[in-house]
Structure formats: structure tokens, C-alpha cells
């Protein structure tokens, strides 16, 4: 039943080494969003894509990317990690951005950068 | 500049009491105010939602008031309950484009 999945759950790498965080969605929505989560904090945005439609946020940084082969699926790459990249990474989705529906979460990758 | 702006930072309620929770919004361009719950190790999940054109939304013990010209919405749990214990964010957003979230509330209900 779930809809938003996130993988893998726990993620642990090494500074500057490349990591990617996947996200899957069976909804079959037209949005999916990136989020980073740090502790006590709450959800920030970094990206998202509408379709194919590519969007980063003013103050993404650029050690982030992003990449959606198709409907369902959705990466985070973070290139070099630093010690600061360390957080939740939390995937969403929504059908849209016109009709007024909520956004979905998946529960959430856990990275930590040693 | 916070666009939405939370209180209290944490919360702490006897089960069965009525927790509240505030938030202040300055752009008037939103129009869609949802409430998140959000458990340890968890994503956010959608908790009840309100637009501009109602004052009140009720769905079971939560209720959300919304005050147009006050810029101000806020989230009332009835009959708290220990399992409600959770982090609670208000957002806001023009058609549920870029939510713009709060900072947070740390609900803690005790039994």
C-alpha cells in the first residue's frame, strides 16, 4: 500500500564521496519534490520536477542534483557530501500544481556523512 | 524573511486536555493552509487541511480556525491523546505549489 517509497531507509557515506537517494511513487502524480529535512528543523525544499520539467530552488546548492527517468521514479544525487549534507531526505508528490491536492511523503532517507 | 511563523516551539498536554497549536502567515497570495504530523523517524503525513473560504474545518478531535484578516490559522486537538505525541508543522502555499512550512511544534501528551 505504500505509495511514496524512499531507498534505502539509512544511508551512510563517507566526505565528498557520490551518494544517491531514490524515490519511487505509485500514484502516478505529475510532481515529485525533493526535501531536505535537518534535526528539529523543519522540511526544506531543494527541487522538484513537474513531469519532466526540471525546478531548483534559488538557494539549492549546487553539490545537489537531480534526476527523473520517468513517472515513477526520482533521484537525489549529492556529488560531494559534506559534513552539513547530513539530514533526512524526504520525496513527495502531488497530482499537480493547479488543482488544489495535497502532497504526499514517502517516509524518508536517513544520511549520515562521516 | 519566515513567511509562516509557529508557536509554540513545544507543547506539552495531559491526555484528554485540548492542545493548540498557532501560526501566522504574511503573504495573502496563499490559499491553501495544511497541517502535517510528523512521528520520529518518519515523513510528514497530511493531517487536515483548510482554503481562505472557510473559517473552521473539523475532522474528528481536529479542527483547524482560520483568520482571513488576521493572517492566523491554528490547529486545536481535542481529547489529546498519548499517540498524538508528534511534531506538527503548518504550511502554506498558493494551490499547493512550494509549500512554505513552520518551524515546528513538538507535541508531548501525557498519560
Known amino acids: 500500500d505504500a505509495m511514496v517509497i524512499q531507498n534505502p531507509r539509512y544511508q551512510v557515506t563517507q566526505f565528498g564521496k557520490p551518494v544517491t537517494l531514490s524515490c519511487s511513487q505509485t500514484?502516478?502524480?505529475?510532481?515529485m519534490y525533493w526535501y531536505q529535512q535537518k534535526s528539529s528543523q523543519a522540511p526544506k525544499l531543494l527541487f522538484h520536477?513537474?513531469?519532466?520539467?526540471?525546478?531548483n530552488e534559488a538557494d539549492t546548492p549546487d553539490n545537489f542534483q537531480s534526476r527523473r527517468p520517468n513517472t515513477s521514479f526520482c533521484f537525489l544525487d549529492i556529488r560531494s557530501p559534506g559534513l552539513g549534507d547530513a539530514a533526512m531526505y524526504l520525496c513527495?508528490?502531488?497530482?499537480?500544481?493547479?488543482?488544489?491536492?495535497?502532497?504526499?511523503f514517502g517516509p524518508g532517507t536517513r544520511l549520515l556523512v562521516l | 524573511q519566515q513567511q509562516v511563523k509557529q508557536s509554540p516551539q513545544s507543547l506539552i498536554v495531559q491526555k484528554g486536555g485540548i492542545s493548540i497549536i498557532n501560526c501566522a502567515y504574511e503573504?495573502?497570495?496563499?490559499?491553501?493552509f495544511p497541517w502535517y504530523q510528523q512521528f520520529p523517524g518518519k515523513g510528514p503525513a497530511l493531517l487536515i487541511a483548510?482554503?481562505?473560504?472557510?473559517s473552521e474545518k473539523k475532522e474528528g478531535r481536529f479542527t483547524i480556525s482560520f483568520n482571513k484578516s488576521a493572517k492566523q490559522f491554528s490547529l486545536h486537538i481535542m481529547d489529546s491523546q498519548p499517540g498524538d505525541s508528534a511534531t506538527y508543522f503548518c504550511?502554506?502555499?498558493?494551490?499547493?505549489?512550494?509549500?512554505?512550512f513552520g518551524k515546528g511544534t513538538l507535541l508531548t501528551v501525557n498519560p
Open positions: 513527495a508528490t502531488s497530482r499537480d500544481m493547479i488543482t488544489k491536492e495535497t502532497q504526499y
Open positions: 500514484l502516478n502524480h505529475n510532481v
Open positions: 520536477y513537474y513531469d519532466k520539467d526540471f525546478n
Open positions: 503573504n495573502t497570495a496563499f490559499d491553501y
Open positions: 483548510i482554503r481562505p473560504d472557510v
Open positions: 504550511a502554506a502555499s498558493r494551490s499547493n505549489y512550494k509549500l512554505t
